[in-house]
């Protein structure tokens, strides 16, 4: 399976602990980026606020790694994204992190994300469905994929 | 003088970096909490929603610090904070981060933060008058330090 | 099961993010956070460095957490922590983080973190045997746990 | 005066804070990167390890910024670079932090770095002389921008 999207960085210094490695929270927020880099790809944004005041956005509900090779100051990273599963309002990510020197697998992770809303002055989040965007994205790939 | 507020702490692992030491950006998250304590001890918040929607906060409009030692993973840390002037509507804050082992100065910063509205459904913020509760605390402290 | 080790702290406004709530991968800090504080607890440090230069750390291997509720600016914050199992070298944690106020669970984690040293001047890192106060530590939790 | 550097970035979500902008101490860390970027062009890196376990680093004596428009989510950030003066092993750094759409000036800032070498297995840092490349490149701009 190849990748629905492939996003790079470089390590910052400040993403780096005192064991000389980029912290493991830091992995996190690289598939985050990479996550969001892909919403862009597709015009779409995670984070919309309308007109009206009302609110859109994608929090996570799950996530997690396995953290194999550590990353350090400087290090050109490589994220890959692909898409395990879309739900209604749904979706189960997976993420590859990869050095890109060596082509060395760092890290696997994965985590799920609710398209949800929060109407004009109110409190509540409520999930709604996915934007039809990227479903297709998602849709197109896979089929992609699925070519000879 | 005496500080107006003193806050303590730990350093966490994940605010050092490579360098074996806290990373420097870091250092003004410790004066900005310090003075987030120093408004919940008076019983206010830099950052209110009213029921109405509209919103209270206190954004800097400068920073800055000198460094002159470091601190490590697990140093006891003790911020001072001091009052240099009270305008209208801003602060400027004066900061003393000390290692407690030592009683090692680290670092000295200053910020100037201002009180900021936003009404309901507007998207401009306007400076506003401080509130009584912080003048007042200031200026009793300023007494005390004048008594003999 | 009551934890092995529980901590408080209050949640910083650098923490939140533009959706108004704590970024989901400072939850995993605040985690490593609690269980660095249990390790302090028992007169140990999750970093040290001998005198010859060597180095002992946990690094983690694995992480992941569910979100169940959000955690906001000046919310009062419990971690607890559980061992779940302990190997030769490795701990496998378990984490619960709750709000103070409505003792409200909001999320809910686990990290598998692995006992490592570094020789004098070596670059590779290799597992080694937990720390016997850290063991003993457990197995006297679970004693007290059998108890009628 | 042109910049000596120009870096540009995206804001990232979990850059933001509850009150929807870029966190102020965030800023410092672009300035930061965009420091490390400089270097880079060049050839050099502010963080290097000798084969016989020495270490040079750039560490930060004083950080210093106005800030004067807020930065949101996904904003394009342009980072201007410039060198106030160079001694024998300080640099004192002035930047500009843009955000790309309005070309609108969001923070001016200044930081003091200065060239520090650890020897082998020993704990003190002392400052050295710049690296010549830097100083070259430094002296090489400045004379372009004399040129009629």
Redesign the interface.
Known sequence: MTAVFEHRRLV???E??????V????L??YM??AE?AFF?SLGL???TTGDD?SFR?F??????????A?L???DEVLVRVFVSSLGRSSVRWRFEVLRCEGDLLCARGETVTVCTERAT?GAAMKSVPLPDRLASAVAEHAASEARP
Chains 1, 2, 3, 4 share one sequence.
């Open positions: 910052a210094f400040s780096t602990d005192s064991a000389g490695i912290h493991f929270a830091q996190f927020r985050e980026d969001h862009r944004s995670v984070h005041g956005g929090p996570r509900v799950h996530a997690s790694a396995d953290f194999l550590p350090r100051f400087e002055g």
